[in-house]
């Protein structure tokens, strides 16, 4: 299957109307999917976003959003409905936010997330669509998810405890008994956390399965899907030996994950981590594995990396970053462009802010981007996470 692109490049637009406001219906011809899930129409050369559509559906959507430039709208109705549309497994879908895509065809989910993020690498850091490999689907679209964060809200209308997931409509809590993304434990103890609820509105519960053989602390990061980690690791591992380093840096690394994992590979590893009980973490994992060859420190990566530099070879040194999603600060990267280190692989779950800083590493010719590898590690909702291996040039 492909996407539904080629008969839509001669189909004529809607008509102009530039009257359009909150509240008006309209027709579209929904001839896109952006990054974030919505799809894409048009009125004359006003561009139109609609959640839960797919393109080359034509459907009436109702406008919540007007600005100069583009609108937002709802599905009102489906008039020309896409072959690829399917059920939502989900009774909240549409209403909790945490997923996208549920009424999309998973095998479409996937070509068009690799089509979104070479969009985005193209548009945010000018580099070759073609560096995009193709999507690594989860071999379990659906139960796959193992920590949640469900949170307690008064609802003062109806004098009730809302208790599960902020809407993607507004602010408020969608009451919720299950998720259909989440695995089966985790359900289980959605249902406990409701039978025994928090005493007031305004609280977070993190509910989590923890990784078999892994101490990680209760608000320390660790991958969400153990379904295609083990996949994450392969890609991993295959460009660090395809690069020939022998010495890493992880940056980020939470509670040791990709050091440990690597660390056959290597003479030498650190790990850097400004969570400091997922330092110690990560020293309780190194030796319950036997790991003698790397260490972790805790502390700012932005402060330390410089550092760690200096103690190695450049031209044997590969860096690995796993940031938060809003990707490196300045300082990383400038270090990273003076030092050059032989390799950089960047993992990340956000495309637009992992474009953005290879775009800095790559100016002036320093560095190249040798490809990108995603992974659909979050199936059913926008995100999907991605290597990309940079490598020094010359």
């Known amino acids: 299957m492909t996407p539904l692109l080629n008969r839509l490049e001669s189909d004529p637009p809607p008509p102009v109307s530039a009257h359009l406001k909150v509240g008006d219906a309209v027709e579209l011809l929904i001839t896109d999917l952006a990054f974030g899930g919505e799809g894409v129409g048009r009125v004359g050369e006003l561009v ?72 985005l690498f193209q548009r945010v850091g000018g580099f070759d669509p073609g560096l995009i490999e193709s999507v690594t689907p989860c071999p379990q679209p659906y139960h796959y998810r193992n920590r949640i964060l ?121 790990g850097v981590e400004l969570d400091a009980p997922a330092i110690q973490a990560a020293r309780r994992n190194a030796t319950r594995r036997g790991i003698q060859n790397g260490k972790f420190v805790a502390g700012d990566t932005d402060q330390l990396l410089p550092r760690l530099l200096e103690g190695q070879a450049a031209d044997r040194t590969a860096v690995l970053l796993d940031p938060p999603r809003v990707g490196c600060r300045p300082p990383t990267l400038a270090v990273l462009r003076d030092v050059q280190p032989r390799q950089i692989l960047y993992v990340s779950c956000h495309p637009a802010t992992l474009a953005r800083d290879l775009k800095i590493l790559c100016e002036g010719g320093r560095f190249e981007l040798r490809g990108v590898t995603p992974l659909d590690m979050f199936p059913q909702t926008q995100h999907v996470e991605c290597v990309a291996d940079v490598r020094r040039t010359g």
């Open 150 to 270: 469900v949170r307690s809200q008064w609802n003062k209308p109806a004098q009730t405890l809302d208790l599960g997931f902020v809407r993607g409509d507004c602010g408020l809590v969608a009451d919720i008994e299950e998720c259909a993304i989440a695995e089966p434990a985790l359900n289980d103890a959605i249902r406990n956390w409701r039978a025994h609820p928090p005493p007031k509105g305004g609280l977070k519960t993190v509910l989590r399965i923890p990784p078999e053989n892994w101490d990680v602390p209760e608000h320390s990061f660790f991958q969400n899907n153990y379904f295609l980690l083990p996949e994450l690791v392969r890609v991993v591992r295959s460009r660090l030996q395809d690069s020939a380093v022998t010495a890493l840096i992880d940056a980020y690394c939470g509670v040791g994950f990709f050091g440990i994992e690597t660390a056959d590979l290597m003479e030498s590893f650190v």
């Open 48 to 119: 139109v976003f609609v959640p839960e559509v797919i393109p080359g559906e034509r459907v009436e959507a109702k406008i919540t959003q007007r600005k100069k430039t583009f609108a937002r709208g709802i599905l009102a109705a489906v008039l020309d409905r896409s072959p690829y549309r399917t059920a939502p497994k989900c009774r909240y879908f549409g209403e909790c936010g945490g997923c996208q895509y549920q009424h999309l065809e998973y095998e479409q989910q996937v070509l068009w997330k690799r089509k979104q993020v070479a969009d």
